[in-house]
């Protein structure tokens, strides 16, 4: 049986991998700037983490969301405690898609209401919801189609303001991610999240904050949303959290009641995976992962803007983006294939850089190093 033709494949099959280094079947060493899509959050294969998936395999793999699970509760204790949401609660499930639509929906049956603002180049995942959420009309299916979903430009103000006025009482949720990522790395400004903050105060609705890429630490701060100083009513979140073990939660303000059976799922919060995610956070306390994630992204976004045939820098902490100039569209094929790095991409010029939050310095001297010499080849 074939495989379901969906995904263009670079020609390398990756067999091995620890740290921020992965390994062909050939054996050739690549330098992993890219961390699988934003997900590995600790370092790939990090021991700590094998080691306490190994060991919950020996207790139990599984059972259903209808017996305790201590687990769950003492992932819930450590995430309160790293990310600062103290009285939060969580719920778990599998995936970022998994986690939006359980965040839209909850909004809705928290205020009643059907219509939810999102915004212009928006990626909130592929389920119904987070897809009618998304801007990318060309991974909606007609299905998917619904006219409760409302697009605005990022970081305006006062066409947020004016779909308040107009459409308050009908408004869920506002759902947005702090960093966009798979638009190439456009911040939400603080003054944005402010007054995001303050309308659905005012009118009513829910502020869900999409973390589930510039989540978990990547920004220099466990949620990119706390640059702007406000709490959202809900965070959802996945990639980096489980670094690699499917895992994904929403994060849930106090004030949202929850009522029996109206959220749900078989295999959110296995043990398995609540383990792996224990894992995560412990390594992110015990190397101090969140302001590595700051100190090395300051450092990589300083040293981009000084290189000649880089464009703009944008992001944080370590989720960057950088545009070059014209003529070098074929950069990231030449580091991948000429110089052994991974990156990713955001259509149409952007490098994106998501590295394990737990890189070097000396990594990252190596990819500077490796950029230049890419930029060089395609000048010669
Ligand atoms: C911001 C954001 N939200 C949601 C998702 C969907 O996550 P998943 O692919 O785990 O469903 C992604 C994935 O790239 C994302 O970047």
């Known amino acids: ?29 690549y330098l992993d700037m890219y961390g699988g899509h934003a997900v590995i959050s600790i370092g790939h294969t990090h021991p700590h983490w094998v080691k306490r998936i190994e060991d919950q395999l020996h207790q139990i793999a599984f059972y259903s969301n209808s017996v305790i699970m201590p687990i769950q509760e003492e992932l819930a204790k450590s995430i309160n405690e790293i990310s600062g949401k103290k009285d939060f609660q969580l719920f778990l499930c599998n995936s ?7 965040a839209l929906k909850l909004a809705s049956f928290h205020t009643g209401r059907k219509k939810i603002i999102a915004f212009k180049k928006a990626f909130h995942g592929r389920t119904s919801l987070a897809v009618a959420a998304t801007d990318n009309p060309s991974i909606v299916a007609p299905v998917n189609e619904t006219d409760n979903i409302i697009f605005l430009p990022l970081n305006d103000i006062a066409a947020l303001e004016a779909c308040f ?4 009482k009908d408004i869920a949720a506002v759902i947005v991610e702090g960093i966009q990522g798979v638009a190439g790395i456009h911040e ?40 702007a100083g406000v709490n959202a009513d809900i965070y959802s979140m996945a990639k980096g959290m489980g670094n690699g073990f499917p895992i994904g939660a929403i994060l849930i303000a106090p004030h949202i009641q929850a009522k029996f059976g109206m959220l749900g799922t078989t295999f959110g919060g296995n043990p398995l995976a609540c383990a792996a995610a224990l894992g995560v956070i412990e390594v992110m306390e015990k190397d101090n992962l969140i302001q590595n994630a700051k100190v090395q992204g300051d450092y990589l976004i300083n040293a981009l803007k000084n290189i000649q045939g880089v464009k703009t820098v944008r992001g944080k902490g370590l989720m960057i983006g950088f545009e070059m100039e014209e003529g070098l569209e074929e950069l990231r094929k030449v580091l991948l294939n000429d110089l052994k790095i991974f990156t990713g991409e955001a259509k149409p010029n952007v490098i994106r850089l998501l590295p394990s939050l737990a890189i070097t310095k000396e990594d990252i001297d190596v990819f500077l190093k490796g950029l230049k010499e890419a930029i060089a080849l395609l000048q010669k």
């Not at 620890?18 to 390994?23: D, L, P, Y």
């Not at 970022?96 to 359980?102: F, H, I, L, P, T």
């Not at 006025?165 to 308050?168: A, D, K, L, V």
């Open 165 to 168: 006025e107009s459409n308050g």
């Open 1 to 29: 049986m074939s495989l379901f033709n969906v995904y263009p494949l670079n020609p390398i099959a990756i067999t091995k991998a620890s740290g921020s280094r992965v390994w062909d079947d050939k054996g050739q060493e």
């Open 188 to 227: 939400a400004s603080n003054e944005f999240l402010q007054a995001i903050r303050k309308n659905c105060d005012q009118f009513g609705a829910l502020y869900i904050a999409d973390s589930v890429q510039c989540g978990y630490g990547r920004s220099g701060k466990f949620y990119a949303h706390d640059f």
């Open 96 to 102: 970022g898609a998994e986690a939006n639509e359980n």
